[in-house]
């Protein structure tokens, strides 16, 4: 199940589910008063669906199950006559952290051991590891993982124009 948050000429947001090959959009609000008669709490956005719990999931399933086979009025619309936002709009925190241990004992060994790192790969591969010198320069990384945060207001959708700051003059990438 591929969740998405759109919006249709109403200016309201729904969440939904990609159905048909991506070209349809199941609104799961519209699909649990359909089943159900009446609204969900979980549905009203994305938000309330994630902090549901594993009822939740399994109640969208149902509920994209039931529009795909019985193809009630207004269940599915087309992916083309809306307009898909950030599957999260408005998220509570964005937090980037250095979540890729590889890359962190990559790093060591090229910054912190230089022409030692042949070897400690070969320990690494021979013990295992936790015997190699990069893994054990790194505990930070296991205790209290580095990360900063991102500004939630600067999520956007696919499609949504970006905007540039008015004294912008370049960038360097």
């Known amino acids: 199940m591929k969740l998405v948050t759109f919006r249709k000429e ?34 009203t956005s994305m938000l309330a669906f994630l902090q549901g719990n594993a009822a939740t999931r399994d109640k969208a399933q149902a509920t994209v199950e039931y529009i795909t086979t019985q193809r009630p009025p207004g ?29 962190i004992l990559n790093c060591i060994r090229a910054v912190g051991l230089k022409r030692w790192a042949p070897l400690d790969e070969w320990i690494e591969k021979t013990f295992g590891r936790k015997k ?20 939630r207001f600067s999520v956007i959708g696919p ?15």
Request: overall charge negative.
């Open 75 to 103: 269940g599915v619309v087309a992916t083309d006559s809306v307009t898909l936002l950030a599957p999260l709009p408005r998220p509570a925190s964005i937090r980037d952290c250095m979540a890729f241990e590889q890359h």
């Open 159 to 173: 499609d949504a124009p970006v905007r540039m700051p008015t004294k912008f003059t370049s960038v360097r990438l």
């Open 10 to 43: 109403d200016d309201v947001q729904y969440i939904g589910a990609l159905v048909d090959n991506e070209r349809g959009i199941t609104c799961l609000q519209v699909g649990a008063e359909i089943m159900d008669g009446f609204l969900s709490p979980f549905f």
């Open 132 to 151: 190699s010198f990069a893994w054990r320069a790194n505990q930070a990384f296991y205790e209290r993982p580095a990360y900063y945060k991102g500004n």
